[in-house]
Structures are given as C-alpha cells and as structure tokens.
C-alpha cells in the first residue's frame, strides 16, 4: 500500500499537465492480438477518465495477412508498402471492419469490479480520413494503396469536444467514392500534425528504440533520427522511429514509442519521471544541464542580486569555480537563466538542496520544479536517502514540494557545526 500511495502522488503533477490534452494513440494488428490488449485497453480507459481527449489509430496488417492466406491469395510489397489490388481490399475491408468492431465492443464494456466500470464510455469514427492513390511508383502500380490526404480536424476536435474516443482505421475515402488502404503510422501521425496533438504515442513490440548494444535509448531529437534508421534499415522499429521524428517535424512537441507487449507500458511512460520507452521531442529553447566551468560568470550574474538581498549566502567567484560540479543550471539561448546545487554531506547517506535560483524575468515556467527535480535525480544516483534545505524566504514553496520542517538536531553533525544560527535559516527535509 504505501509503493501504491506513493506512486500515485508522483504521478499527480503528470496527471495535472496531461488534463484536457489531445493524444493520439497508435496500435499496430500485432498490438491488438496481444494477449495484453486488454490491459491497454482499461489504460486508455483511465486516460480518458483524467481527462485526455484520445485519438486511437489501429493497425491491421497481421489480420489482412490471415483473410489473405485463408483464401489463397499471396501478399506483394513493395518499398516495404503493401500492393493492394481488388482481391486484396476486399480482406482489407473485411480485416479492418471486424477490428474496428472489435475495439469498439471492447470500449464499450462494463462489467462490475473491473477496470472498465462506470467507464460508460463513447466510442466515435466514420469518414474522417481522406485519402489518394499513391499510383504508379518505379513502374509499380499500387492499386488501392494510399496516403493520408486530409484528416478532419474540426470534425474530430467536436467529437472530442463532446468526450467522445475517437477510433481512427487504416481506411481512406476519396472524394470520389473510392476506398484506400492506408498505413495506420501515417493516418497516426498525420492526425497528430494537423490535430496539434500534444503527444503521438507508438506502440511497438520492443520496449522502444533499441540500440546496438541492447540498451534501450531514453530521449531523442529528431535531428538524431537518421542516424539511427541507417543503422535499423526498414525494420518496423525503424518506421516506428521515422513516424515519431516527422510528426516532432511537424509540431507535435512530444513522440513516444512504447511496447503493447509489457503491462502499464503506455501509464509508465506517461506518469513516471524516468518513464519506460523512447521519447522523441522538438529541441527545446532550453536545456538543463550539469554545470561547467564557462557557467561561473552566468551563476554569478544569476545569483548576485539574490545574495545582496539576503536571499542566498555569498559565494565568490573562487568558491563557484572550485564546486562548480555540483550545480546544475537551465540555460535559453545561452544565458543561464537558473540554478540549483547539491552538496553531499560527509559520513551520512544525505545531501543538501542549496543555491536555488530563477532569474526574475523567468519565474512561474515550472523551472524551479525542473531543478529540483534534478537534484532529487541526482541524490538518488549517488545513493542519498534524504535531502536537506536550508532557506530563509522560501519556506512554502519547499513545503509545497513534499519537504517537511526540520531541525538543527536532524542535520547530520558535519553540516550542524556550519550552521549560522545569525542567519536563523528554516531547515526542511525530505526522504528520496
């Protein structure tokens, strides 16, 4: 019980920023006959119950494949692209409606003690996809394989207006009456780009972007992308990959690549600081970063005018220089626009929070939260148990943050000697 409370109280603030944003949930065939579709299922569920308007996008290619093999009929690619004739649309259209129906069934449950009750949940799709032929490609025709022409957006927006989950199929309708079939990564990140989604989730059999050595790769920018597809040629993993790099391309802030196979898979990458597959995100105005040596004369301009308000203990440009290691900073452009520290104290397993700092013109972004964040990183790294913060001006801020009020008589003895009773700092704690 106490791992649950706990979990759930890191997972507040995620549980803030994610209310009333737009998702858009990408699940490939293969992710739909996994034993753990279930267990995806109930945590788009709860995803829509915190308030997120969801877009869900399936796949269909291992069904298409069965409805082929069933009637004899064998399957033709080209480009990694299937080549979708008469015979071929017709177990499209059978694979894709029997899927749709399916998801739609299992949205709608409610059955009692189970995940899925009271859900009452409303599940809306149709028409909202338009389509073109791909045509004629290196003397290859593709028949009634398409691509992503227009996504509607003010229809999908009004139907997420009015709480509805909206299911998106790799179908698509011509404004001629024809019918498409289309990749279910490029209906997902089109739907992404032109919905300005807040975030396109991929759902992959790996727990994200694998690299050489069998690690799994936490963070990139898109920039780093190509790269990484020389090295994966056209394997699945690496259209997973190239799908999150082009919608960050086309402002979509935030892409993630996350297994259906693993249980809580999409509820960890979500909620959880570390979270549990690959991000691929926009580069950022700003960074923050483990300080350097060229950072002394920016903390100093950053932190002098605190310290002549009292707000901070002088430090001097020797001092910045010789623990410039334990600083961390965010920086914008190239000017350090805040700052945090951590000191680790002697013969104890804690450390202490010191020297946190926001440039005025740049408070109430949440950098100081990113800061502090940091450091509570760090701490664990090096295997401290506790966090100390001695502050004179600050106090709710800190109490606000989980640290609760503290002691001389708590602060390990080779930071207790050091303390200046004259400056009569508050002194909070808190447990990693």
């Given amino acids: 019980m106490p791992e649950y409370v706990n979990w759930l109280r890191h997972a507040s603030p995620y549980i803030n920023a994610h209310r009333d944003c737009t998702f858009v949930v990408m699940l490939p065939g293969d992710g739909v006959e996994h034993p753990n579709f279930g267990n995806i299922v109930h945590d788009l569920v709860l995803l829509h119950s915190l308030g997120v308007r969801l877009v869900l996008v399936h796949g269909s290619r291992p069904q298409i494949e069965t409805r082929l093999a069933a009637r004899g009929l064998t399957p033709h690619y080209h480009h990694g692209m299937r080549i979708t004739d008469a015979a071929t649309l017709e177990c499209v259209i059978d694979a894709v409606g029997q899927l749709r129906i399916a998801i739609e069934a299992r949205l709608s449950m409610d059955m009692a003690s189970s995940p899925m009750q009271g859900s009452r949940l409303r599940v809306a799709s149709g028409n909202l996809v338009t389509a073109r032929p791909i045509g004629v490609l290196e003397g290859v025709d593709y028949h009634h394989t398409g691509e992503v022409r227009r996504v509607d957006r003010k229809g999908i927006n009004r139907l997420l207006d009015e709480r509805s989950i909206v299911l998106l199929s790799p179908l698509g309708y011509s404004p001629t009456g024809e019918i498409f079939n289309l990749a279910c990564e490029d209906v997902a990140t089109r739907a992404a780009i032109d919905l300005g989604a807040d975030k396109l989730l991929l759902f992959g059999a790996d727990l994200g972007l694998i690299d050489e050595n069998g690690r799994l790769v936490r963070e990139l920018r898109p920039q780093q992308v190509p790269a990484h597809l020389l090295r994966l040629g056209s394997n699945y993993q690496g259209e997973l990959l190239d799908a999150a790099a082009e919608a960050c391309r086309g402002g979509v802030a935030r892409s993630h690549i996350v297994s259906y196979a693993e249980d809580g898979a999409l509820l960890t990458e979500l909620f959880t600081r570390d979270g549990g597959g690959t991000l691929v995100a926009q580069e950022q105005f700003e960074i923050v970063r483990e300080a350097a040596i060229e950072d002394v004369g920016g903390l100093l301009d950053l932190i002098s005018p605190l310290e002549e308000q009292g707000i901070l203990v002088r430090r001097s440009r020797e001092v910045l220089e010789r623990e410039i290691e334990q600083f961390s900073v965010v920086e914008r452009e190239g000017m350090i626009i805040a700052c945090a520290a951590l000191y680790q104290i002697a013969d104890s397993d804690a450390g ?70 004259q400056r009569n700092s508050k002194i909070f704690e808190k447990t990693l």
């Fill in 352 to 421: 202490e929070l010191a020297c946190l700092a926001v440039n005025p013109e740049y408070r109430h972004g949440g950098r100081g939260d990113e800061l502090l964040e940091r450091i509570e990183t760090r701490a664990r790294e090096q295997g401290l148990k506790t966090l100390f913060v001695l502050t004179t001006r600050t106090a709710h801020w800190f109490r606000e943050r989980g640290f609760v009020p503290s002691s001389v008589d708590r602060l390990p003895s080779a930071r207790a000697s050091l303390y200046n009773y």
